[in-house]
């Protein structure tokens, strides 16, 4: 074995926990050794799940797992629009007390394409050739 490279041994905690309702245990593997009791890394781990299933809500409805470049701006910038959306449409779905989210997606898609078509219209005075035209005139 190489001088340079020594084994550690390293050490950790198993937390025995229960989910209330149930009564099952459930089991956490932590390496945080002290400062913290067992509620605490348990709580830890409950949070940590939320963010998973935050992760899990922005992969399947909002397509975050399908990046349009491989620049690091790029991906931010597609990060922050789908986490801006994802903001919108869980506000969209408590304020209209929709159940899932794939309703309040598309019902929050429609209603946004109605007012942008009814504004349009206003701002074309009823004629929505004119906006095009002005659109494809614009640098």
């Given at each position: 074995?190489?001088?340079e490279r020594?084994?550690?041994?390293p050490?950790?905690r198993?937390?025995?926990?229960?989910?209330i309702?149930t009564?099952?245990?459930?089991?956490?593997l932590?390496?945080?050794?002290?400062?913290l009791d067992?509620?605490?890394?348990a709580a830890i781990?409950k949070?940590?799940?939320?963010?998973?299933?935050f992760?899990?809500?922005l992969?399947?409805?909002?397509?975050?797992?399908h990046?349009?470049s491989r620049?690091m701006?790029?991906?931010?910038?597609?990060?922050?629009m789908t986490?801006?959306?994802a903001i919108?449409?869980?506000?969209?779905?408590?304020?209209?007390?929709i159940?899932?989210?794939?309703?309040?997606?598309?019902?929050?898609a429609?209603?946004l394409?109605?007012?942008l078509i009814?504004?349009i219209?206003?701002?074309c005075?009823?004629?929505?050739?004119l906006?095009?035209k002005?659109?494809?005139?614009s640098?």
């Open positions: 074995m190489n001088a020594k084994k550690t041994d050490f950790f198993l937390i025995k926990a229960e989910i309702d009564g099952e245990p459930i089991y956490f932590t390496n945080i050794l002290k400062d067992a509620y605490h890394i781990y949070q940590r799940w939320q963010i998973e299933v992760f899990k809500f992969k399947q409805q909002l397509n975050l797992n990046f349009i620049n701006n790029a991906i931010r910038i597609n990060i922050y986490l801006i959306t919108l449409i869980i506000a969209y779905k408590k304020l209209n007390n159940k899932g989210y794939k309703m309040a997606k598309l019902q929050m429609n209603e394409e109605t007012v009814s504004q219209v206003i701002l005075g009823g004629n929505p050739a906006f095009f002005n659109e494809s005139a640098p």
